[in-house]
């Protein structure tokens, strides 16, 4: 995994920035959960039917299946990326918004699981993006109904729940649809990765599994990443302080939460100050960029100036917005390069073109999609 920045190679406490970021991710692995997950809770199945969708849908199956492979006698996952993955089909839809693609892993998986026989046993992994992955839309709505929807629900910086709760009237298969489509008598088991914060199970992904008969299980969430970060940076030595969740426009949490741990006392150990939460960005130019971009550029001009000063933001999922970027890195020398450079952060903020200011200083984070979801983190060091 790659975490190419200027900044982050030059500063002082770039390695630990780098070391606590990764540890989080670690943290949330959604191979290495969904094994434990399986060894504790699938040892007495003998006929597993395994169902994966969202941004970590592969890695999830994947550890399902390195525990319980020869017991799974179908299923099906649905995911944005191609992926390896033995033992079950694998269906690509199409993130942020539904495409015909979405449209028949949608119908495809509602026909997969209502396959399931008395004495099977329903596996369930659903994780942050299954949303738009798969779609069975209801009579009388449109595949561009529900794009239309999306777009303007994305451009307007609606909360996430909101989202969801609205694509559930939407479509046959959200809400508890492809619980329905599961026959009598098979036990059925959700198992979450949460990207939307308070763990709630019911949320995510607009709830395909939220039924009483199925038993949801949550496997992690932002908060699970957040403390692997805090025992990280504990484990080198710094003072470690966690905030409460940012929500909110990604500009405004950005320089609000920024200030405030600047003008914090200072002390003779290194500080760290981190963050969850997953902010919004209501689209007012035509730049390019995602939340966590602009949380950090909006954060910048508070670490002026501080030699010591060092914030990453990321998106855990390693895609913030529609960008190859997953967040960026800033320090106290960002603002007055970005100046000699021609750059005008208010500018640059203004017109939510937050990438191509991060792009021109070499200080954008790309990892990749990471194949886990989480919602997103913030560090700072001071």
């Keep these: 995994m790659s975490w190419t920045s ?21 943290a949330v692995d959604p191979r290495a959960l969904c094994r434990a997950w399986a060894t504790e809770h699938l040892h007495d199945a003998q006929r597993i039917r395994l169902f994966a969708m969202g941004k970590a849908a592969c890695a999830m199956a994947s550890g399902v299946l390195d525990v319980a492979g020869p017991r799974v006698v179908g299923g099906l996952a649905v995911a944005k990326h191609p992926g390896e993955l033995g033992g079950i089909p694998l269906l690509l839809g199409h993130h942020p918004t539904p495409t015909q693609a979405s449209l028949d892993a949608g119908n495809a998986m509602l026909q997969a699981v209502s396959e399931a026989e008395a004495g099977d046993t329903v596996v369930a992994l659903i994780s942050g993006g299954t949303s738009a992955l798969l779609e069975a839309p209801i009579d009388g709505v449109s595949l561009a109904d529900i794009v239309e ?34 026959p009598r008598g098979v036990t059925t088991h959700a198992v979450v990765l949460s990207d939307v914060l308070g763990g709630d199970v019911h949320t995510v992904g607009s709830g395909p599994f939220d039924a009483p008969h199925v038993t949801a299980h949550l496997l992690a969430d932002n908060t699970t990443a957040v403390a692997a970060a805090a025992a990280a940076a504990r484990d080198a030595g710094a003072d470690v302080d966690i905030t409460p969740p940012v929500r909110g426009e990604a500009r405004v949490e950005g320089v609000r939460w920024a200030q405030a741990r600047m003008t914090a006392p200072p002390t003779d150990a290194v500080r760290c100050t981190i963050v969850g939460g997953e902010t919004v960005v209501t689209v007012r130019g035509h730049g390019r960029g995602g939340r966590n971009q602009e949380f950090a550029l909006a954060a910048a001009p508070a670490l002026m100036g501080n030699p010591h000063a060092l914030l990453a933001t990321l998106a855990t999922d390693g895609e913030d917005g529609p960008t190859d970027a997953a967040g960026a890195v800033v320090d106290g020398t960002t603002v007055p390069r970005a100046l000699e450079r021609g750059l005008d952060p208010d ?30 983190l913030a560090v700072l060091f001071s």
């Design 347 to 376: 500018d640059h903020l203004r017109r939510n073109d937050a990438y191509r200011f991060f792009d021109a200083l070499d200080d954008l984070l790309r990892p990749g999609p990471t194949g886990t979801n989480v919602c997103d």
């Design 6 to 26: 200027t900044t982050l190679a030059q500063h002082p406490l770039g390695p630990l920035a780098h070391r606590v970021l990764e540890a989080a991710l670690r």
């Design 149 to 182: 929807h999306t777009r303007a629900r994305l451009r307007d910086g609606t909360s996430i729940e909101v989202l969801n709760a609205e694509r559930r009237a939407m479509s046959r298969l959200k809400g508890g649809g492809l619980a329905r489509a599961v």
